[in-house]
């Protein structure tokens, strides 16, 4: 079994940073890729951005220049760099991984979303 703990949401300004962490834990042969979604109230979820297992990323043209995703493979962990934070930024962020288990099955999970909230 495969687990996904996020942290690091909260509220902040106009301008702020923040930064999101996504740990990976369980029966976990090789992380394929991960990424960060986020889901605004009253929108559908859509991707932030990705990493690859050769470190290759993917953002969102809206997230282009401010957010920077990495990963900690010791820890199995990714993490979200946001800056310049924009009210429209605002939603639920949710981490979702892509692995391969020690019985060889492919799976993918999600996390259970942290909040990110940015005030005008």
């Known amino acids: 079994q495969v687990q996904l703990v996020e942290s690091g949401g909260g509220l902040v300004q106009a301008g702020g940073s923040l930064r999101l962490s996504c740990a990976a834990s369980?029966?976990?042969?090789?992380?394929?890729?991960m990424g960060w979604y986020r889901q605004a109230p009253g929108k559908q979820r859509e991707l932030v951005a990705s990493?690859?297992?050769?470190?290759?990323?993917n953002y969102a043209d809206s997230v282009k220049g401010r957010f920077t995703i990495s990963r900690d493979n010791a820890k199995n962990t990714v993490y979200l760099q946001m800056s310049s934070l924009k009210p429209e930024d605002t939603g639920v962020y949710y981490c979702?991984?892509?692995?391969?288990?020690?019985?060889?099955?492919?799976?993918?999970?999600w996390g259970q979303g942290t909040q990110v909230t940015v005030s005008s």
């Open positions: 979702n991984g892509d692995f391969t288990t020690y019985t060889s099955s492919y799976i993918s999970i």
């Open positions: 990493i690859t297992s050769g470190v290759s990323t």
């Open positions: 369980g029966s976990i042969r090789s992380i394929n890729a």
